[in-house]
C-alpha cells in the first residue's frame, strides 16, 4: 500500500489480498489486483492527491 492510506484502507487491502488468495484468483498477483482495487477507491472518494475521475470532469467543464 501506498504511504499515507488511512488505516481502514490498509485493513480492507489485508482483506482482499486474503481473500483472493483463498479464492486461487489471480494467482501471483493477489497483491498487486487488491492494492489496485484500494487505490481505485482512494481515488474516486477524493483520498488521493488527484482523483482518478477529476481530470475528466475538468476538461469538461473548460
Known amino acids: 500500500m ?3 492510506a488511512s488505516p481502514k484502507r490498509e ?3 489485508k482483506k482482499l489480498e486474503t481473500e483472493f488468495k483463498k479464492e486461487h484468483r ?3 498477483r493477489e497483491e498487486e489486483v487488491a492494492a ?3 487505490n481505485k477507491q482512494r481515488a474516486e472518494h477524493g483520498e488521493t492527491k488527484q482523483s482518478a475521475h477529476s ?3 475538468q476538461s469538461a467543464k473548460k
Open 2 to 4: 501506498p504511504k499515507g
Open 11 to 13: 485493513r480492507e487491502f
Open 26 to 28: 489471480y494467482p501471483g
Open 36 to 38: 489496485r482495487v484500494v
Open 55 to 57: 481530470g475528466n470532469k
